[in-house]
């Protein structure tokens, strides 16, 4: 593997603190409702496990993967790989929890699929927003961090699959 350094941009500490008001903020929105967290599979499965310990009300948890080839806009280029449980979607409210937020285009084809298999409500929640690269609009509900358009691993997101055990958010830029 090439050396690369990924730059601190988002400490461990400061993680852990948002994730704990995500997960609070979150036991209290969806308190008496049947709550089920979806994770995106593989990035925000990190996130996904701190934020399951730091929400206090009963719920379900399952994953969801899916490939998406970027450049392109064909819808038909997004392909699911893993299907969640259908019986812990239908009649529940759904949390879809994803690393990133980018151009839009996983969490709004994951937010249809979702859809289609009959929750009581769909809502998004993101650890990182990189908003200057929308291109889709996605209603996402929970957001930790926006961050400028700069490439970022660590806390469960990659880089040719290396980085996603750093603790801490850091940015790569190649030299
Ligand atoms: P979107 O469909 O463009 O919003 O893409 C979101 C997905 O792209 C995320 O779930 C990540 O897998 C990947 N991605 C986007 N930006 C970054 C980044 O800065 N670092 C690592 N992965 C990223
Ligand atoms: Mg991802």
């Known amino acids: 593997m090439k050396k690369l350094k990924p730059e601190q941009l988002i400490s ?3 993680i852990s603190g948002r994730v704990g008001s995500l997960g609070r903020k979150i036991s209290e929105d969806y308190e008496g409702r049947e709550l089920t967290l979806i994770a995106v599979s593989k990035g925000a499965l990190v996130f996904a496990v701190e934020l399951l310990k730091k929400i206090s009300i009963p719920l379900k948890f399952d994953i969801i993967s899916a490939s998406s080839y970027r450049g392109t806009k064909k819808s038909s280029d997004f392909k699911i790989n893993f299907h969640p449980a259908h019986e812990l ?3 529940r409210h759904i949390i879809i929890v994803d690393d990133i937020l980018d ?3 996983t969490l709004s084809a994951l937010g249809y ?3 289609g298999l009959s929750p009581e409500s769909v ?3 993101v650890l990182l927003d990189k908003s200057s690269e929308r291109t889709v609009d996605v209603k996402c509900r929970y957001w930790g961090f926006k961050i400028p358009d700069e490439f970022v691993v660590g806390y469960g997101l990659d880089f040719d ?3 996603r055990n750093l603790p ?3 940015v790569i830029r190649e030299k």
């Open 89 to 91: 979607i239908r009649g």
């Open 161 to 163: 699959e290396y980085f």
């Open 168 to 170: 801490y958010i850091g």
């Open 113 to 115: 699929f979702i859809m």
């Open 12 to 14: 461990a500490r400061k």
């Open 123 to 125: 809502e998004m929640c």
């Open 103 to 105: 151009t839009g285009k």
